[in-house]
Nanobody
Framework: QVQLVESGGGLVQPGGSLRLSCVASGLTSDYYTMAWFRQASGKEREFVGSIGWIGGKLDLPESLVGRFTISKNNARNTVNLEMNSLKYEDTAVYYC??????????????????WGQGTQVIVSS
């Protein structure tokens, strides 16, 4: 059973930066896709980005390229989400997720079998 624990959320001013971390435990095989999703109040959960655990393939929505990026540290079983130039609309609960596969294409939300509890990010002045 993969367990994911996010940290790093908080209150940040518009234009600021924040780094979220996700520590994974119980990874039973080599091939995983680790992803970040977010869910704003009253909205559907949306894909923020993903990275292949072995291949390192980075996938970000075009709307977030240049502001967000994802990195990983396999030795520490950690995946990080770096967020820069934050906007009010980035306010959401951010979730870490894991899918037991790596593909050349973007996985769908149901492919992610394990989810963290989420960490709140509030962008406000």
């Amino acid at each position: 059973q993969v367990q994911l624990v996010e940290s790093g959320g908080g209150l940040v001013q518009p234009g600021g930066s924040l780094r979220l971390s996700c520590v994974a435990s119980g990874l039973t095989s080599d091939y995983y896709t680790m992803a970040w999703f977010r869910q704003a109040s009253g909205k559907e959960r949306e894909f923020v980005g993903s990275i292949g655990w072995i291949g390192g393939k980075l996938d970000l929505p075009e709307s977030l390229v240049g502001r967000f990026t994802i990195s990983k540290n396999n030795a520490r079983n950690t995946v990080n989400l770096e967020m820069n130039s934050l906007k009010y609309e980035d306010t959401a609960v951010y979730y870490c997720a894991a899918a037991p596969q790596e593909r050349y294409y973007r996985l769908r939300r149901p492919d992610y079998r394990s989810w963290g509890q989420g960490t709140q990010v509030i962008v406000s002045s």
